[in-house]
């Protein structure tokens, strides 16, 4: 503990220092990134950044959950006509780029799961929109940990970074950013610094437990004498009374023991207990703050606490944690890569969440049938989502005609 409170004043000394070098004229922010870019949060004398958060595991499977399953989701691009009639753009320029390939060196997949990841650790995900001829050819994403952002004017925003030792420099003309929870338009509030105690305590306590497996003292019993032992007794105890009665080929022989010795067998203590419970409530915190049902990650412990069972609690992680996520991202692309003559065309960019039901054959049949059976969808857009070649006469609508008015006449 003391070497700990050293460190911990060593860092706030260094802090401040640093901070006596800023103009006075710059005020202290939470929301700057210029002050706390490439730093390490402090809590409970662990470090808090990406790296020593994602090497929890719960963290780990919460980002790894969130961002594989909105790059797995398809990002469509469609069109709607002054009738209403909404169709699929695959002809628009931000079709291949959205949907197949944002940049040379990265699948769809990829660069959204790299932005999903930064957005839910550092709150804000970057990626350099590159033109050619005032159209959009590629996306380059940009790390968001050593981003720097500051407002130009009433509508115009800095973003600089380092790109492989290289500083770049770019306004918001030529920036794709999405923002996370906390709407500035600097941007959006960092899960790793407002989690920095959630995520310390976390470390901490898989440190505790980590260094009492490692370096700690849990024999299942041990041996009490009456008196002092010389150096020839203990020889003997250790070498030869440890040697003979311990291990599994030896469980349930008896032990013979003379001289005043006492054998007591030791239990888990209360101690040993409260850690287990502190694993347990740290993997519980973690997934709050990532708004991730714990059983979603492995833990189930619980699991029926909320809602009639682990299936609502799916579908409120779709609801409630996803689609904030989701429509954060289909607002940004609109808003920043749409040019005006777009959005005179009724261009919008949007998730297919249907790309969901791929694994569940059954919640894809009651779709399919719903749409069908109320004339929402047609034979050969169903065959279209199963990857099925048209069928003729498979464009028109049709819906079940049982449920028709009632005439009022006589009965046959």
Known sequence: MAGAGVSRKTAWQGLRQWLMLKKASTPLSIRDP????????????????????????????????????????????????RNGSRTLAQDHPL?????????????????????????????????????????????????????????????RLEYSWND???????????????????????????????????????????????STFRNGLRPSGVLTFEQFLTTDQRDIIEKRLVEKFVGAMNAGRPMVLEGGTKWEQLTINPEDAQMLESRSFSIEEVARMFGVPPHMIGHTANSTSWGTGLEQQTLGFQKFTLRRRLKRIEQALEKQLLTEEDRSQG????????????????????????????????????????NLPPVAGGDVPRMQSQNVPISGGPTA
């Not at 306004?171 to 999405?178: A, E, K, P, Q, Y």
């Not at 998730?351 to 109320?374: I, T, V």
Request: aromatic content about 8%; hydrophobic content about 40%.
């Open 34 to 81: 210029e002050h706390w870019r490439n730093r390490e949060f402090d809590s409970y004398g662990e470090p808090v950044n990406e790296a020593s958060v994602l090497s929890l595991a719960a963290a780990w499977a919460c980002v790894n959950l969130i961002a594989g399953t909105i790059a797995s989701l398809p990002l469509m691009v469609y069109r709607t006509d």
């Open 164 to 210: 492989d030792g290289k500083q770049v420099t770019e306004t918001s003309d030529n920036m794709l950013h999405i923002r996370g929870f906390g709407g500035s338009p600097l941007g959006g509030l960092s899960t790793l610094q407002f989690g920095a105690q959630v995520f310390g305590l976390s470390r901490a306590v898989h440190s505790a437990a980590g």
């Open 347 to 386: 261009v919008t960019i949007e998730f297919s969440l249907e790309g969901l039901l791929r694994g569940d054959s059954a919640a894809r049949s009651s779709f399919y049938q719903s749409g069908l059976m109320n004339g929402w969808m047609t034979i050969n857009e169903v065959r279209a989502l199963e």
């Open 95 to 155: 079709y291949r780029l959205v949907h197949n390939s944002p940049n040379a060196l990265q699948t769809a997949v990829d660069f959204w799961e790299y932005l999903a990841a930064s957005l839910e650790l550092r709150g804000n995900a970057y990626a350099r929109i590159v033109r050619s001829g005032g159209r959009v050819v590629s996306l380059i994403p940009a790390s968001a940990s050593a981003m720097t952002v500051r407002k130009l004017d009433s509508s």
